[in-house]
């Protein structure tokens, strides 16, 4: 099912006298291609859960238009959506087994929707099945690992086959493993049903992950959306920039003179066709370069190993973060010594404006 969002708002009136509305998501308009799965990302408070509940029908839009196929189900309840909704802390019912949990919106269906017994036991089973927890279903929520409890709500999700499937920071509650782990599971059980996603997180690396297309939002406003190495490698803004990857982008104060990038006194890149102007510098961690005769001089601090690749740790005057971390195959012999000098990937360097963050592209 495609889901369209045309300018979806949300306004939420202030609480006090004095206390301003909060606009908690700006005008947002979106295509989700039917089947796929969209990370929508973005620090805590940006407006991803109340973008998730409009679309579930929990809260109704300030303003603009939710379609699910070509119909406008705006005004439409949440029971009457066809949406599976899964929070971060899971909502099991404690005094019901498994198999009681995740049977329990099928006893709510009337009409033609009516199921018997059997039909909802069979049902239930095969959505245990789909989160291998069908071994579990005479168990109460009490005596299931957070994994297998997250299952199990996911398990309850899908039991009424839904058109489209929300998780609202599904994984936030499990150690790293099982995090690592459960995402996993919701790609495979997401391509295996196919049916259309919106998997919220403030986890960069996790949506980047399994999501097909990744949509990053800041106070309510959409920065950007496509596919996730596009917007890694291509952010049309510093805070998008920063936002995506780990180790983050090295920051630095630089300007632009006469076609050149420096940073401090160094000409570090040919920038032809940008006009003059005092910027801000991004570079990836693996846009370094070693070389000894490389423009960038940095303070060498340290070197950590990690197996494949090694971490050069350095800083620099003009660095805005605390250190400078350089990702280097662990082929290249790192001479011990006071600095450490690089060149640069072109293709790796990115340039924003002073005056509002945006990308100034070369
Ligand atoms: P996220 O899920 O990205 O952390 P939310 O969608 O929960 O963000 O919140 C977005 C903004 O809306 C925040 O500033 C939050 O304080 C505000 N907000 C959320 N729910 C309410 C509410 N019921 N009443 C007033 N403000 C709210
Ligand atoms: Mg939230």
């Given amino acids: 099912m495609k889901v369209v969002l045309q300018n979806l708002t949300k306004i939420f009136p202030s609480r006090n006298k004095k206390g301003e509305e909060v606009v908690a998501v700006n005008d947002f308009t979106f295509t989700i291609p039917d089947g796929?799965?969209?990370?929508?990302?973005?620090?805590?408070?940006?407006?991803?859960?109340?973008?998730?509940?409009?679309?579930?029908?929990?809260?109704?839009?300030?303003?603009?238009?939710?379609?699910?196929?070509?119909?406008?189900?705006?005004?439409?309840?949440?029971?009457?959506?066809?949406?599976?909704?899964?929070?971060?802390?899971?909502?099991?019912?404690?005094?019901?087994?498994?198999?009681?949990?995740?049977?329990?919106?099928?006893?709510?269906?009337?009409?033609?929707?009516?199921?018997?017994?059997?039909?909802?036991?069979?049902?239930?089973?095969?959505?245990?099945?789909?989160?291998?927890?069908?071994?579990?279903?005479?168990?109460?929520?009490?005596?299931?690992?957070?994994?297998?409890?997250?299952?199990?709500?996911?398990?309850?999700?899908?039991?009424?086959?839904?058109k489209v499937l929300l998780l609202d920071e599904p994984l936030s509650n499990l150690d790293a493993r099982l995090r690592l782990q459960t995402r996993e599971e919701i790609r495979r059980i997401q391509k295996e049903t196919g049916i259309t996603t919106i998997f919220v997180t403030h986890d960069q690396e996790e949506a980047m992950s399994i999501?097909?297309?990744?949509?990053?939002?800041?106070?309510?406003?959409?920065?950007?959306?496509?596919?996730?190495?596009?917007?890694?490698?291509?952010?049309?803004?510093?805070?998008v920039a920063k936002f995506l990857g780990t180790p983050p982008i090295n920051v630095f104060n630089g300007k632009v003179a006469d076609g050149k990038l420096y940073i401090g006194d160094a000409a570090v890149l040919d920038t032809p066709g940008v006009a003059d102007q005092e910027v801000t510098v991004g570079i990836r961690p693996e846009g370094f370069i070693l070389d000894d005769n490389g423009p960038l001089v940095c303070k060498l601090s340290g070197i950590e190993v990690m197996g494949r690749d090694v971490s050069v740790v350095s800083t620099h005057e003009a660095s805005l973060n605390p250190v400078i971390r350089s990702i280097i195959n662990a082929d290249n012999k790192i001479a011990a010594g006071e600095t450490v000098s690089y060149s640069l990937k072109a293709h790796k360097v990115m340039i924003f404006s002073k005056e509002d963050e945006s990308r100034i592209y070369f």
Avoid at 90 to 115: C, R, S, W
Avoid at 153 to 158: D, G, M, Q, T
Avoid at 215 to 224: C, E, H, N
Wanted: with cysteine; charged share 20%; proline share 5%.
């Fill in 36 to 162: 796929k799965l969209i990370g929508l990302l973005g620090p805590s408070g940006c407006g991803k859960s109340t973008t998730l509940y409009m679309i579930s029908g929990l809260q109704k839009p300030s303003g603009g238009q939710i379609f699910f196929g070509d119909d406008d189900v705006t005004e439409l309840s949440a029971e009457n959506r066809g949406v599976g909704l899964v929070f971060q802390n899971y909502a099991l019912y404690p005094h019901m087994t498994v198999k009681q949990n995740i049977m329990f919106p099928l006893q709510n269906l009337k009409g033609e929707d009516k199921l018997t017994k059997t039909e909802m036991i069979e049902r239930a089973y095969t959505a245990a099945k789909l989160v291998q927890i069908d071994d579990l279903m005479d168990r109460k929520p009490s005596e299931l690992s957070g994994g297998q409890q997250q299952r199990v709500a996911i398990a309850r999700a899908l039991v009424k086959m839904p």
């Fill in 211 to 239: 999501s097909d297309m990744i949509v990053v939002m800041k106070l309510g406003v959409v920065q950007q959306t496509g596919k996730p190495q596009d917007v890694y490698d291509d952010p049309v803004n510093l805070f």
